[in-house]
T-cell receptor, first 115, second 111 residues
């Protein structure tokens, strides 16, 4: 079946603008995760959804970042007043139920460049 | 706080060599450890998942071992090929919904 998909694959924006990044998880997966990968680094956790609710948003760096998953499937990561330091690859992952023994399946990521 | 370290940061080997990538973590209370491959400009591909109760996992030319008590894992790649060139990431899961990743080893296999 289809894997995790993310759109757009690349996004270039100007400092101060608002951006939305979309994630389509694997069908039937209730758990969804967002990570951010800066150049030369490993991915870092941002937020975890179980169904429609954000079960853990401790990784969001500040209140300019917000994510939603209104119907428990597609998720949107929203960044307000973008800064150059927000430039990174934003990765989405999903797993079947969020259990401790499960694999998280990662999407291809969205490469965000803030000029 | 869990920290994951990968050594070496970069590795260049001739085709056909067997090689070992290392991963260490500071907190041994993990549920599982996963090795990923990342090609330039691409997302993550899971290679091997080792549960905390397991010592190793094998897939084709890849073998990953886990020594939870010492906080170490190794990824062994046999008979390396140019197509193995990529960044290899180690990630540990401690039951807090998030994987903690190392910074990766950039592997280049020369033809």
């Amino acid at each position: 079946g289809a894997g995790v998909s993310q759109t757009p694959s690349n996004k270039v924006t100007e400092k101060g603008k608002y951006v939305e990044l979309r994630c389509d998880p694997i069908s039937g997966h209730t758990a969804l995760y967002w990570y951010r990968q800066s150049l030369g680094q490993g991915p870092e956790f941002l937020i975890y959804f179980q169904g429609t609710g954000a079960a853990d948003d401790s990784g969001l760096p500040n209140d300019r970042f917000f994510a939603v998953r209104p119907e428990g499937s597609v998720s949107t990561l929203k960044i307000q007043r973008t800064e150059r330091g927000d430039s990174a690859v934003y990765l989405c992952a999903s797993s079947l139920g969020g259990g401790n023994q499960e694999t998280q399946y990662f999407g291809p990521g969205t490469r965000l460049l803030v000029l | 706080k869990q920290e994951v370290t990968q050594i070496p940061a970069a590795l260049s080997v001739p085709e056909g060599e067997n090689l070992v990538l290392n991963c260490s973590f500071t907190d041994s209370a993990i549920y599982n450890l996963q090795w990923f491959r990342q090609d330039p400009g691409k997302g993550l591909t899971s290679l091997l998942l080792i549960q905390s109760s397991q010592r190793e996992q094998t897939s084709g030319r890849l073998n990953a071992s886990l020594d939870k008590s010492s906080g170490r894992s190794t990824l062994y790649i046999a008979a390396s090929q140019p197509g193995d060139s990529a960044t290899y990431l180690c990630a540990v899961y401690s039951g807090t919904y998030k994987y903690i990743f190392g910074t990766g080893t950039r592997l280049k296999v020369l033809a």
